[in-house]
């Protein structure tokens, strides 16, 4: 079930943050991640929280926004890959037209992750914290007008 962020869930959310961000970004010191712990922490609780929770009322990941700025997509080691990532995106892809994010370049399992989910890489930086290559990435909703209709060619293959 998907539910906004309340205030017990900022412990077992930081975890999952932390575990997450060291796997994801195995060519990052861990350090990194532990030494911006505290300063998440603080701002975490003002962001738009979206939280993913099991039958036993356990957060098993969470979305972070910021308007239309998603901070990250979070999960439990123990329950990846298992579409949970997926519902929280479809969750907000259904409250917004349009979607950004930062992605580093190297994390390739989310790049794919996220083109597979209609994101377009839009342009490429360093990030100045890491000095890593990150993708900005953009997802717009399909209107109605945009989508292929009867009579329409959308495949020269097809």
């Known amino acids: 079930m998907i539910r906004a962020f309340i205030p017990k869930d900022l412990t077992p959310i930081m975890d999952i943050w932390l575990d997450a961000n060291i796997q994801a970004h195995d060519f990052i010191s861990a350090d990194y991640w532990k030494n911006h ?3 998440v922490k603080e701002c975490l609780p003002a962001a738009e929280l979206y ?3 099991d039958m036993f009322s356990s957060p098993c990941g969470f979305m972070g926004m910021s308007g239309d700025y998603i901070a990250g ?3 439990r080691t123990d329950v990846r890959s298992k579409g949970i990532g997926k519902q929280l995106l479809d969750h907000v892809k259904s409250l917004r037209d349009t979607l950004s994010l930062h992605v580093y370049q190297k994390n390739e399992a989310a790049v794919r992750f996220y083109l597979r989910e209609d994101f377009v890489i839009q342009s490429q930086a360093s990030d100045t914290g890491t000095g890593e290559t990150e993708y900005l990435m953009i997802w717009r909703k399909h209107s109605e007008k945009s989508m292929p209709g009867p009579g329409r060619e959308t495949d020269k293959d097809g």
């Open 37 to 39: 712990f505290e300063q």
């Open 73 to 75: 997509i979070f999960v």
């Open 51 to 53: 939280v993913y929770e």
